[in-house]
């Protein structure tokens, strides 16, 4: 591997990455032995990132998509610790990225897979996603109008789609 050196005060064969500007590589931390000080690390390689899940969970489930390489106990460490969000269960489940779409040279495009982690907080722990959006409350005379105009756009819509007697079978997407 180009660019690495032996760690300072490490055990032989296990390297460190010197940085570079150009790439950066990740590295393999050296072995604890008894009397060295601890490796602290204090930012963590993963990103985890909370979503707002399709269908309906208990208040007590929060959904991420965490990376691929994380298992349930890195995540189970990673919420406790840094956050320090009780966690009463983890589970994850690896989700196929679809390959559908495809480019212009008619060649399939696969999506990268993820994965999705479901976790229970601690009893009497709840999560809800916040209202980020609320619906602006809207004076009663704004409404009957609202409804008014929407009307109007429904009925115009009605009128395009109606079969005209004069086309004798033609479809519509045949315009003239």
Not at 110 to 123: E, G, N, R
Request: glycine share 6%.
């Amino acid at each position: 591997m180009s660019g690495c050196t032996l760690a300072p005060g490490g055990v032989w064969g296990q390297r460190r990455v010197v940085a570079t500007l150009s790439r950066c590589i990740p590295c393999r931390y050296p072995l604890y032995q008894l009397g060295n000080p601890q490796l602290r690390v204090f930012r963590t390689n993963f990103f985890i990132r909370l979503v707002r899940p399709g269908t309906a969970q208990p208040e007590d489930t929060v959904q991420f998509r965490i990376p691929m390489e994380m298992t349930r106990v890195d995540l189970r460490n990673y919420l406790e610790r840094i956050y320090n969000v009780p966690v009463a269960a983890v589970r994850t489940r690896v989700q196929h990225g679809s390959n559908r779409k495809r480019d212009h040279r008619n060649v399939r495009i696969k999506k990268p897979d993820y994965k999705v982690a479901y976790v229970q907080l601690a009893h009497g722990q709840t999560f809800t996603f916040p209202d980020l959006f609320p619906e602006k409350k809207q004076s009663e005379g704004s409404t009957a109008v609202d409804e008014d105009i929407q009307d109007k756009f429904l009925e115009e819509q009605r009128e395009r789609q109606r079969h005209d007697p004069r086309r004798g079978g033609v479809p519509n997407w045949f315009g003239l």
